[in-house]
């Protein structure tokens, strides 16, 4: 496994490595110590999400304020653009956002801490998204910030209006959100 530091550097993408055959390939989704070993994070995930979208579906911005979840995100199926924007007031890097193609064919990860609001659109046909998390799922402490915030001027890399649910469309500008100190 080959660590990659995002822009922000909490952010990491993963790259397995990957062994092929005539048969196709074969390679380990994720291992606990190797994680820890190069990442020094110490991570206990209880919860495996996963999702299925058709073209241009956008979910997100989505985080919890209470029961923060840290997410290592993986497409087995399609392209997502996935986007992490850090929400933490004390860091220097709040109000920044990141994003990177994964998908089924490149077979990166990318790790997105507590702290993080998390999104992704679909690039391809159709894409299912796994992602693992570091605590479990509590509605009452879900937020969500606008997807097409103007203070965050996310480029989502589509050119088509994207198609979001009614949670999402309602969601807080990033100005009035409610963040992490």
């Keep these: ?3 990659i530091s995002a822009e ?3 952010i990491l993408i993963l790259e397995p490595q990957i062994f092929h055959d005539n048969r196709g390939f074969f390679f380990e989704a994720f291992n606990l110590k190797k994680f820890t070993d190069k990442t020094s994070i110490k991570v206990n995930f209880v919860q495996d999400n996963h999702s299925y979208s058709k073209q241009n579906v956008l979910r997100g911005l ?3 304020i209470e029961q923060p979840q840290g997410k290592l995100v ?7 653009f996935d986007v ?3 929400i ?6 709040f109000g920044k956002w990141v994003g990177y193609e994964i998908s089924s064919e490149n077979k990166r990860q990318i790790w997105i801490p507590s702290g993080f609001a998390h999104g992704f659109i679909v690039l391809s046909e159709v894409a299912e998204v796994l992602y693992k998390t570091t605590d479990y799922y509590a509605p009452h402490g ?5 997807w097409n915030d103007t203070d965050l001027a996310i480029d989502w890399q589509i050119s088509n209006s994207p198609i979001v649910s009614e949670k999402d469309a309602a969601g807080k500008s990033f100005n ?3 963040v992490f100190p």
């Design 84 to 86: 992490a924007v850090d």
């Design 142 to 146: 879900e937020r969500t910030i606008l």
């Design 88 to 93: 933490r007031k004390s860091s220097p890097t």
């Design 1 to 3: 496994m080959k660590i």
């Design 176 to 178: 009035m959100a409610e």
């Design 8 to 10: 922000i550097p909490d």
């Design 74 to 80: 993986r497409a087995v199926a399609g392209s997502i």
């Design 62 to 64: 989505h985080y919890q």
